[in-house]
């Protein structure tokens, strides 16, 4: 099962975005959120909120690992 979690007006544009995203596909959430953490992208402070709260959405919502 997958939880997702939305961030809605984000002044970044989508080819910035989308350069963060992909450092951080296909890694497990706490691996993410460290390569998040030591990005200089303005983009990665936004994206590191909306995958820690997809983290705490899986544990508290589905009782899923936050991994």
């Known amino acids: 099962m997958q939880t997702r979690a939305i961030a809605k ?3 970044h544009p989508p080819r910035k975005v989308r350069r963060v995203t ?3 596909k296909g890694r ?4 993410a ?3 998040l ?5 303005m ?3 936004d994206v590191y ?5 997809a983290a705490a959405n899986a544990e508290n919502n589905y009782s899923m690992d936050p991994d």
């Open 9 to 11: 007006n984000v002044g």
């Open 22 to 24: 992909d450092a951080i």
């Open 28 to 31: 497990r959430v706490s691996e």
């Open 33 to 35: 959120l460290a390569i």
């Open 37 to 41: 953490k030591f990005l200089p992208n």
């Open 43 to 45: 983009p990665a402070r």
């Open 49 to 53: 909120k909306v995958v820690a709260s």
